[in-house]
């Protein structure tokens, strides 16, 4: 059973409905924050974005912090499917 999606135009202010002809209630809106506040390396502890690091450069810092958290999270799903699929496989094995 699907629902067909309105028609109609949406106006965004700061990323936030406030018009168009799509009423409020036609529009569902999500907010997902990361805050990182910290990163811990093998050398030291340090906020993020580091001071030490140029002011041009934080948001690519954060964003790298960011992607490498996601990595690790992948290669521990990825892990856990295959360490499941080992275990659905010795007990077909067993019967």
Not at 11 to 31: A, F, M
Not at 43 to 66: C, G, L, M, W
Not at 81 to 87: G, T
């Amino acid at each position: 059973m699907y629902r067909s999606l309105p028609s109609g135009t949406i106006v965004v202010k700061d990323g936030r409905h406030i018009g168009g002809t799509l009423s409020k209630q036609e529009v569902v809106q999500y907010e997902h924050f990361v805050i990182l506040t910290a990163v811990k390396t093998r050398n030291e502890v340090y906020p993020v974005p580091n001071p030490k690091t140029d002011r041009s450069k934080q948001a690519i810092e954060i964003s790298e912090h960011i992607y490498d958290w996601l990595q690790n999270k992948l290669h521990e799903a990825i892990e856990m499917a295959e360490a499941e699929k080992r275990r659905e496989g010795g007990r077909k094995l067993e019967k």
